[in-house]
């Protein structure tokens, strides 16, 4: 399955395995990726907590991507809500997601038909799980839990 224009998103705190595979499946799957990266306004209104700024995720998403997928078209687009570029651009043919975020594509393809446009697939992405077998987040390594490997931080 091949999409000339894929969207997916996240905050990406601590890129870890899971953003890693994220990442992987919407290159692998999109010519161009269109990353909705939250802002800082947006994480503290869903009552997120990172440990850097706007600027430094981008900073660090931008150093991740171009040594990884060097030659690859990208966006990185600020969001200030679930959907961004997903339904704002009639361009885009497919949202890579995670179990956590694929239920919004029920109403990501309402919005995007009252604009006109076709509905989005889906590609879902499993989540990587940790040693413990519950999944790798930013929140467990911020906790001090896991490392951005998914292996357990012993004490």
Avoid: C, Q
């Amino acid at each position: 399955m091949r999409f000339r224009r894929v969207a997916t998103g996240g905050t990406f705190d601590h890129i870890h395995a899971g953003h890693r595979r994220l990442l992987e499946k919407s290159f692998e799957v999109g010519e161009e990726v269109i990353i909705g990266l939250t802002s800082d306004e947006f994480v503290e209104r869903v009552g997120k907590k990172t440990e850097r700024d706007y600027a430094r995720r981008e900073e660090e998403l931008r150093r991740f991507i171009e040594e990884n997928y060097p030659g690859r078209r990208y966006v990185i687009a600020k969001l200030y809500d679930y959907f961004g570029p997903g339904i704002a651009d009639g361009d885009v043919e497919a949202l890579v997601a995670s179990p956590e975020t694929s239920p919004r594509l029920e109403l990501a393809n309402r919005l995007r038909a009252e604009k006109g446009f076709p509905p989005l697939a889906l590609v879902t992405i499993e989540w990587v799980s940790a040693e413990d077998g519950r999944p790798i987040s930013s929140t467990r390594i911020r906790k001090g839990e896991v490392d951005p490997e998914g292996r357990l931080r012993r004490e």
